[in-house]
């Protein structure tokens, strides 16, 4: 797991990559929860995701957004942090020039930046949303929605209510061309307490699944 360091919009970018010197492997960027709030790329669901993706055969990259630990730069309010995901990924890019496909993960906050920067990059396949801040911040910029993906929350998640994300989730679902799942974990909240293991099972058997079918259609 080495530590890496590149150049970002705001200066140095701090992160955690592993690298898969396979030919077309895939890749896959996960995005913290929110700076202001204690989000780091050390986050336990950020650490586990990294390590689910790389036991498939992904390269795959977490990490600080501007301000975090030694990431240069001060918090954005989502503009900076939407600079740095699309830097991180550019990054991962040129040791990765024909990776066979690329997914986004973003949990809380990193959820918000992960669709965005899913809005702003074709070359994203696949998503993975967390938590998504559906009451907070405005999602209305997917659409559509470029890509088939999964929403996860918890059910007592007080910070996002679940009535915001079904009805995120509900509207991405008219869209055509795109699958939605959604699965909502009961007797947790937003950090997942005590319920991480069970989410990590969750994002993975549907990435496997969507590998499945990928492997299919070659």
């Known amino acids: 797991m080495p530590e890496v360091i590149f150049n970002g919009p705001a200066g140095r970018i701090e992160g955690r990559y592993h690298h898969n010197p396979e030919h077309g ?9 929110h700076p202001q709030f204690g989000g780091t790329m050390n986050n336990p669901i950020v ?31 989502g503009a900076g942090e ?26 809380s906050f990193g959820a918000w930046i992960s669709m965005q920067l899913l809005m702003r990059r074709p070359e994203i396949a696949g998503f993975i949303s967390i938590a998504p801040l559906a009451k907070h911040y405005d999602f209305s910029f997917l659409a559509p929605c470029p890509a088939s ?14 009535d915001s994300i079904n009805a995120l989730v509900a509207k991405l679902k008219t869209q055509k061309g795109i699958k939605i799942d959604h ?7 937003h950090f997942f307490e005590d319920k991480i293991p069970a989410l990590t099972d969750i994002c993975a058997d549907y990435l496997d699944k969507r590998l499945a079918v990928e492997l299919k259609e070659e």
């Open 25 to 33: 492997s895939p890749i896959a960027l996960i995005l913290h929860p």
């Open 47 to 77: 650490h586990d995701l990294y390590y689910m993706f790389r036991e498939r055969g992904f390269s795959v990259l977490r990490f600080n957004f501007r301000g975090v630990g030694r990431s240069q730069g001060l918090f954005d309010n």
């Open 82 to 107: 939407l600079s740095d995901a699309a830097a991180a990924l550019d990054w991962m890019q040129t040791y990765n020039k024909e990776a066979a496909t690329c997914w986004i993960v973003g949990i």
């Open 149 to 162: 993906g999964l929403f996860v929350n918890g059910q007592y998640d007080t910070v996002t209510p679940a």
């Open 183 to 189: 699965e909502v974990m009961p007797d947790t909240n």
